[in-house]
Structures are given as C-alpha cells and as structure tokens.
C-alpha cells in the first residue's frame, strides 16, 4: 500500500498557487541563497516545480487511472533540502508577476517535510529548547533579564508588575550577549522618555516565531496562550517589541491562532519611537556620520513597516541617510532569517557577505537596522569580512544621541 | 466527404476534446480539494462544498469583489508588474495573451450569433448578419489584426527565449511544446482563411482580410480541390488547438486559466491587510 501525502497542510489557495506559477524564473533573478548556492531545489521556482510533481505522482490523471507512485527518500530529501535552505525573506512575493504568496507557502512546505520527518535535525533541538525552557538558546527561562545585569543603574521599569507598556525583549536579545545593548537601549530610552513600562522576565516565553517557520507551528498553541495570558495579567494597553519577529507573531499571527483579539495594541520599537519622537517625548542630539539602513525581512516585507524607522532616522539633525541599492520591499536578506542558519550556515553567512558589499558601496560607516538577529548576522559578518562598518540597531542609535 | 459529414466529424471532435479537457482540469481541481479551506478565519472540516459557495458568493456581493476586479484588470489583463520591469517582455505577453482573449470572445460572440440568434431564433437584423458574415469589412479586419498581434507576440516571445536567453529562463520540453503548439495554431490560421476564400468566393472588396486575401488569390491558379483542402487544412488547424488544450492542464500553460483567478485572489487579501 503506498503512502499518500497529507496535502490538508495547504490550503487550497496555495495548491491552486502551484498551477499559476508560469515558471518565468522572476523569482531566482531575486532569490538571495539560490544567488550564493546555485541549486535548483532552492528556487522559489523549484521548490513549486518540485511539490507539483510529487502531488501529481500521487493525486493527478496517472496516479487516478494506474494508482498512486511511492514517493522515493531521494526525492523527499531532495525537496527539504530546498526547502529548508530559504531565508523566508519572501522576496519573491514581490516580484511574482502572478502574486503567488509565497512565504506561507514555504512554511505549509516545511509542514508538511515535518510531519513526514524529513527536516534538519538540529530542528529537533530548537523544538525541544523552546518547548521545555521556553526559549530558543536553553538556558534556564528565570535568567531572560541577564542583559540588564551589567546596567550601571537598570531602569524601575525592568522590575516592575503592572505599567502600561509591556517591553517584549524576545529570545535572542534575551540570551545572546552580542545583542544585550538593544534592550539596554531600549529600556533607557523608555525611562529618560517618561514611559510606563515593564519587561515580563521569566514569565515572557518564546514567542513560537521560530518554530512555526520551521514547520513546528502545532506546538505553539501553549507558548501562545501563556505570552497572551501573562500579558493580559499586567492590565497594559500596548506591548512593544524590538524583535521584527516577535512583532509580526504577537500582530499578525496571535489574533489568528486565538481567534480572538489580543485586548491590547503591539507595535514595534520603531513605530513606537516615531510616535514618542513626534509628540516630543524623545528629543535627539546631531549625528554626523553617514548611515545606511537594512530592512528586517520580518519588519518590512512581512509586516509592511518601512516608513517608521526611515522616519526615525530622518528626524535625528544632521544625519546623513543613504538608501542601500536593495531597500524597502526589495532589501536582501541579513541571511538571519528562516532558520537557515541550522540547516547550512555557511550559506547564511554568504547571503549576509553579498548584503554587507551593498552596505559599501553607500560609503554608509554606520549600518542601522530594527532587529537584533540582523544585527548579529550583519556584526558577525562584518567581523569575518574585517569590514569597518558599525552595526547598530535603530534604537541603540536614537539613545547615543537622545538629549531628553 | 460532403459538408454535413465534415461538420459531424467536426462536432464529434471537439466534443471529445471538451470532454477530455474538462476532465483533466477536473482532476486539477481534486487535488486543490486535498487542501484545507477557511471560512471566516476557521478551518472547514466538514461539508467543503457549501462553504466554498458561501465564500464566493460572500466575495461577489462585498465590496472584496471590487478589489478582485481592481487586481484581475491591472495585474492579470494587463501584468503591470511586468510593464514596469521589463517593456519587451510585457509586449510579448501582453500581445499574445490579450489578443488571443480578443479571439476566443470574437469567436464565441460570432458562433453565439450564428448558431443561437440566426439559426435557432431566427433573428436577422443588419448588426447580426455583419457579425455572422465573415466577409464583412469589420469582421475580417478584427480576425486577422487580431491574429496578427498575437503572431507579433509570439515572436517577441521566441526571440526572448531562444535568442536572447535570459539566464532565469529554463526552456524545458514543456515550454517548448507549447510555443510549437501555438506557432501551428496561428500560422494554419491565415491558410484556412485563404482556403475559405477558394472554396466560397472571394468578396468584392478583399483588403480588410489583407494576409488571408492575398494568399487566396496567390493560390488560386493552383485550382485544387478547394472544398476538401479547406476541411483538411481546417482539420489541421483544430488539431493544433485540440492538442493544446489537451496538453494545458498538465503543462504549465495551465497558467493561463489559474494566473488570473490567483492574481485576484490575493490582490484582495492585499488590499484587506
């Protein structure tokens, strides 16, 4: 009896979306891993080309008149390892001239590549630190506000109970010392502003982000119900957050797994920012150096956010700003994104050498980005590249020339 | 072979071929079916169907239709993003794929006139006997400008795919078929022109049908059996078309069809997000 594929991980949208793709190759002219590994399976184009041929080995005219084809572990591997090498950055959407929306389509894919056991196996590690720490790194939960620890005087707000802003620091600001100063910026800039804040500590989990693009999604329903829970218990109105992903899941995805609405507003760091900035809250100093901005794929392309931190940046005297060759809806990718780094993170780092040479070519001395991962993949990169850039996050910026 | 025979044999044809057809995009179908549907932001377990009638006439009575519409016309009919990216390739497929729309409704349109309105209702008004008459000025001139147009984007197309070869382009067997299927589509299409020409007399005044015309009269002294070659040749002609859309749902000409209804689909969770 041959196994048939489970095909209700995609909708029937995103089946449809296999018959509209042309095949006109867009796509790959714009895909930043396929651009540093030059395999076809990794294509937006392959990926599609490959999924449909699988289903109709099992489902189409041949398979109906002779009997479904036993799909072989070489094809299998074959379409994970595609498929698990993209970033997520969800470039191709953009250029899609038949607007296949194609992010979500990869995740359904690595659904699917998931339940039948095909997928990186470092994944099952991500799976269970975060299902058991409730944390991407593993370390005990209770130690989320180390960053705060070399603070010269922590801000009232790190330890409070109930304020009516909630600072979502997220795992990876959380744990990883290279990016500790973005919430150290972050939580002075909320105190020197005036700001009703609190941070969650040991009670603030994994938002699931990581595992819902590795194709885990099923077990974050608790992860989801805690965070909603254990805000929803300080009575703030407004969450924040300085991680794009965070953002985007708490925004986009929470009210969707729910079904229901948050009961308070999330915004990101950056819109935040404007905000506070725009009612004179915040007041800046000048800044003479030339600066450049990379665009997290999860702020812009996936949750729309372009203008905020442009704005941000705008508004700090004497600033000079310098678009990257790639930038709003067609930025690369950091090479951070969509947990490639687990399945090959020699292509990680290529894709963010490729960002780091458009970096360059602005004459750019400060890189500015609104996510801590991207500021660990473009630091690091800087630092194999011996590059004399400086990567800040927008927020580490905004407090070095905050005056008020 | 008299004229009653050649048209059953026609008939029988394409009914056969609609048939295959319909069941090959049918079989399409039952594999978008394996896929979950949602309803009102929860996934549907049971009785698919209803639900998938509900929600597209939701969409048709609610003003997402006009946003479908917005998408269908600016990004399906006439693919704004490839004008602004790349003028050549959007003049290759925009001449291909509008004129060959213009053509299939032109044809419905006549056939609709001809078989229901003259033939069944009898109606027979000037307008009506323009558009059933092929031979009329304006209907001669629509078919082959028309037919024109897309021989233009047919050729525009093969020169980006085979002369100058962008490097994101794959031609696999797949593509090439098509094109080759397309190519014998339109190129029969003026010789069975002529041939009607040869086989009913030409018209008094020829230069609206100014390639078909001009071929006729080219083949004229040839004097052949003008009746059965216009039957084979129409054969010929149909069987390229046939053969198309046979290949179509298993090709990623399939395109042509789902392209639009996906372009619309998402241009309205677009525009809603």
């Not at chain 1, 990379?294 to 705008?314: E, K, N």
């Not at chain 1, 508004?315 to 700003?321: A, D, K, N, Q, R």
């Not at chain 1, 490639?340 to 290529?350: F, G, Q, T, Y």
Request: charged letters at 20%; a neutral charge.
């Amino acid at each position: 009896m041959v196994k048939k594929m489970d095909l209700s991980v995609y909708s029937f949208r995103q089946l449809m979306e296999l018959d509209a793709c042309t095949r006109c190759g867009n796509c790959v002219t714009w895909c930043p891993t396929y651009a540093e590994k030059a395999n076809d399976n990794i294509t937006p184009r392959g990926k599609i080309e490959r999924l449909k041929r699988l289903t109709r080995a099992q489902y189409g005219l041949l398979a109906r008149l002779f009997g479904p084809r036993e799909i072989s572990e070489a094809e299998m591997k074959d379409f994970s390892q595609g498929v698990f090498d993209c970033t997520l950055c969800g470039r191709c959407k953009v250029v899609c001239p038949v607007n296949i929306d194609t992010r979500p389509l990869w995740i359904a894919m690595r659904d699917q590549l998931v339940d039948e056991g095909h997928y990186p196996e470092l994944l099952n590690m991500l799976k269970e630190q975060v299902t058991t720490h409730y944390n991407i790194s593993g370390d005990p939960n209770e130690n989320r506000l180390i960053w705060a620890d070399n603070l010269p005087q922590p801000p009232e707000g790190i330890h409070k109970k109930q304020a009516e802003v909630v600072y979502f620091v997220g795992c990876v600001s959380s744990f990883y010392p290279l990016t500790y100063t973005v919430p150290q910026a972050f939580v002075s800039i909320m105190e020197r502003s005036g700001v009703d804040f609190m941070t969650m500590g040991g009670e603030e989990w994994c938002c699931g982000f990581p595992m819902m693009i590795a194709g885990m999604g099923e077990n974050t329903r608790e992860l989801v119900r805690h965070n909603v829970e254990a805000v929803r218990k300080t009575g703030a109105k407004m969450l924040v957050a300085t991680c794009p992903s965070c953002y985007h899941t708490f925004r986009h995805e929470y009210p969707h797994i729910l079904g229901e609405p948050l009961g308070f507003e999330v915004l990101h760091s950056t819109e935040a920012l404007a905000e506070w900035i725009g009612e004179g809250r915040i007041q800046l100093g000048a800044f003479d150096r030339p600066v450049t901005y990379h665009d997290p794929c999860d702020l812009g392309r996936t949750s729309g956010i372009y203008d905020a931190p442009r704005a941000v940046i705008g508004s700090i005297p004497g600033v000079t700003f310098v678009e990257m060759k790639d930038n709003r809806e067609y930025a690369l990718c950091c090479g951070g994104g969509g947990d490639v780094e687990m399945a090959d993170s020699s292509l990680s780092a290529a894709v963010a050498k490729t960002r780091l040479a458009q970096v360059q070519a602005t004459g750019a001395e400060v890189l500015l980005s609104a996510c801590q991962q991207c500021k660990r993949q473009l630091t690091a990169a800087t630092r194999r590249e011996k590059m004399r850039v400086k990567v800040m996050d927008v927020t580490e910026l905004v407090e070095s020339v905050m005056v008020k | 072979m008299d004229d009653e025979t050649r048209l059953t044999i026609f008939w029988i044809a394409f009914a056969v071929v609609m048939l295959l057809f319909i069941v090959a995009i049918g079989v399409n179908v039952s594999i978008w079916w394996q896929g979950a549907l949602y309803e009102n932001g929860r996934r549907v377990e049971k009785r698919k169907l209803g639900s998938l009638i509900r929600i597209v006439f939701k969409g048709i009575f609610s003003k997402r239709f006009w946003m479908a519409l917005k998408a269908f016309v600016l990004d399906a009919a006439l693919q704004r993003k490839l004008f602004k990216e790349d003028f050549l390739r959007w003049l290759g497929h925009a001449s291909l794929s509008i004129s060959f729309f213009a053509l299939f409704l032109l044809s419905a349109f006549t056939g609709f006139f001809e078989e229901g309105l003259h033939r069944i209702l009898g109606v027979d008004t000037p307008f009506v006997r323009t558009v059933i008459d092929k031979n009329t000025p304006i209907m001669a001139l629509l078919n082959e400008a028309l037919g024109i147009i897309i021989v233009l984007g047919l050729l525009i197309i093969i020169f980006r795919r085979y002369v100058l070869r962008p490097k994101q382009l794959s031609a696999s067997v797949m593509d090439n078929t098509v094109i080759i299927l397309l190519l014998i589509l339109v190129l029969t299409s003026y010789p069975v022109e002529s041939l009607r020409y040869l086989r009913d007399g030409f018209p008094e005044v020829g230069w609206h049908s100014f390639f078909g015309y001009q071929l006729g009269l080219l083949l004229e002294p040839l004097n052949w059996n003008w009746r059965a070659v216009h039957f084979w040749a129409f054969m010929v002609h149909f069987g390229s078309a046939a053969a198309l859309l046979l290949y179509l749902p298993f090709s990623k000409f399939v395109h042509v069809f789902i392209s639009p209804l996906v372009i619309a689909i998402n241009g309205v969770a677009e525009e809603a997000a």
